[in-house]
């Protein structure tokens, strides 16, 4: 299994960006999916969940600003991010667990809000 992440930039207080993982191999719709993200210094932090039936959970200091949501079409987990703030600026990092084949991690694609 590969996960290709990226939709990562720049952006102003207060604007938004959406994250695109992609994975090839395994079977996505039974997957559980996740985005985590580190800032530098710091521990890497779970931000958001979707498993295979749709459920979602969000870390505290993104609830309600950010939404996890999964197309197994495209084979394709989103994280669509509203109201940056300076604090959400890292790297963030998709991860997958596939049952019965296991855990995989993409590459990190940086977010960085400033004013």
């Known amino acids: 299994v590969q996960l290709q992440a990226s939709g990562g930039g720049a952006v102003q207080i207060g604007g938004s960006l959406r994250l695109s993982c992609t994975a090839s191999?395994?079977?996505?719709?039974?997957?559980?999916m996740y985005w985590y993200r580190q800032a530098p210094g710091m521990q890497r932090e779970l931000v958001a969940s979707?498993?295979?039936?749709?459920?979602?959970n969000y870390a505290d200091s993104v609830k309600g600003r950010f939404t996890i949501s999964r197309d197994n079409a495209k084979n394709t987990v989103f994280l669509q991010m509203n109201s940056l703030k300076p604090e959400d600026t890292a790297t963030y990092y998709c991860?997958?667990?596939?049952?019965?084949?296991?855990?995989?991690w993409g590459q990190g694609t940086q977010v960085t809000v400033s004013s």
């Open positions: 979707i498993v295979a039936g749709g459920s979602t």
């Open positions: 191999g395994g079977v996505f719709s039974t997957a559980a």
């Open positions: 991860a997958s667990y596939f049952p019965g084949i296991g855990n995989y």
